[in-house]
């Protein structure tokens, strides 16, 4: 019952950071959403020009529907920008057009640790559906007093030990991407003073929302491997 409650400790300290870090998140992308891009770029304009930049002609930005659903698609070659960063003249737009331009950039340029994410991507799909059942197992093992099966606790650890290693190749996936934007924004005058610091905060949040993600896949990973380290 001791290691029910101390995964119960573990799973509500990391859902308390990560819904912490996703507000404060959620908080920075509304007061920038509310300041007034001083170039008059719109979201969609910011993104094609910096497609254009960069010589990259064979990706289109397309809308979306939802908030902070903004993402590049490699295997369409599409820019998905939401809909309060598609028309929006906001820094908080530029700041996401310019992020997701960052990906396709590194598409562009087969940037490795992209490569690598992208590889693994099925191996992690099929990891993240599986972890459900083994949660219940290890939830019902526990919770009813009896050892986990050492082969159960095997598959689990390989489940989030991918996830975990998906999260962390992931950190500089997104750090370069916001990296090029803002060197981008700053080169080009998109977004300069106030327009540019905002926006260099507003994906900062963004980014430690991913690192609160990978540490909280990595204390799951480590739980389960002391877990069979324990067990007889």
Known sequence: MGGYMGYMIIAGAISLVGMLVS???KSKFKHYSQMPLQSGYSGKEVAEKMLEHYGIHDVKVVPAQGILTDHYNPSTKTI????????ARTVAAAAVAAHECGHAVQHDTEYAWLKMRSMIVPVVSVS???????LMAAFG?????ISNSPIV???????????????F???PVEFDASNRAMAWLDETQIAKG??????KDALWWAAMTYVSAALGALVYFLYFVLRFASSD
Do not use: H
């Open 80 to 87: 998905a920008l939401s809909e309060p960063v598609y028309n």
């Open 128 to 134: 993240s559906k599986a972890q459900q059942f083994l």
């Open 23 to 25: 507000n404060r998140l």
């Open 169 to 171: 190749i992931t950190l």
């Open 153 to 167: 606790l095997m598959i689990t650890i390989a489940a989030f030990g991918v996830t975990a290693l998906f999260s």
């Open 194 to 199: 106030t327009d540019y610091d905002g926006a």
């Open 141 to 145: 093992m526990m919770g009813a007093g």
